[in-house]
């Protein structure tokens, strides 16, 4: 695995609702995209730098390569995971692409 | 591992020191603080949400719990990675704590 999509969420309006969709839905449509050979969640709990914690959650999708991770947005079900992030994800969430040091 | 530091960096001034001291000096130092049980490094080279890449790179450093992060920036090694981190990280960086999902 040499490429990840890392998803930077800001604080949604409705903690809850955005939960139970997020673990209930989303990332279990995420895992089912072809190519994802691993996928991390976690929740912003601190921020030891001193400032607001500010970003809520992060979420990282591992492909092998950069066409795998291009390859697996264009398949029904990755395109299906993008439009349900563009419904749910708050205002200012992120989308990148990270090349992950060997 | 429930519980990861997630650091961001902002974009260097001069990408090629940061590179090197960040790879050759910072990580290897990082990768030896007590409780560090896994750690990855990437450089963000896109942004298909379509905005600014912004960000330069992120690390995460696992641990077994709260605890263990806690206690380990408790350490002489902990304490010398810290001071590295505000030497080098661009402004605007920033430190997180994530309760990784289960």
Same mark, same amino acid.
């Given at each position: @695995?040499?490429?990840k999509? *890392? ?11 955005? =939960? ?6 989303? @990332?279990? @449509?995420?895992?089912q /995209?072809?190519?994802?050979?691993? !996928? =991390?969640? +976690?929740?912003? *709990? ?14 990282? #999708?591992?492909?092998?390569? !950069?066409?795998?991770? %291009?390859?697996?947005?264009g %398949? =029904?079900?990755?395109? !299906?995971?993008? +439009?349900?992030?563009?419904?749910? +994800? ?5 989308? #990148?692409? !990270?090349? /992950?040091?060997?």
């Amino acid at each position: @695995m040499t490429v990840k999509l *890392v998803v930077l969420y800001t604080r949604p309006a409705d903690p809850e609702a955005f =939960e139970k969709h997020y673990l209930d839905v989303h @990332m279990p @449509m995420a895992v089912q /995209i072809p190519g994802v050979q691993r !996928a =991390e969640t +976690a929740r912003f *709990v601190d921020a030891p730098d001193g400032g607001e914690v500010g970003w809520y959650r992060c979420a990282e #999708l591992y492909f092998a390569d !950069a066409d795998a991770l %291009t390859a697996a947005f264009g %398949t =029904e079900q990755g395109r !299906a995971v993008a +439009a349900d992030f563009e419904a749910v +994800a708050p205002p200012g969430s992120r989308l #990148l692409v !990270a090349d /992950i040091d060997a």
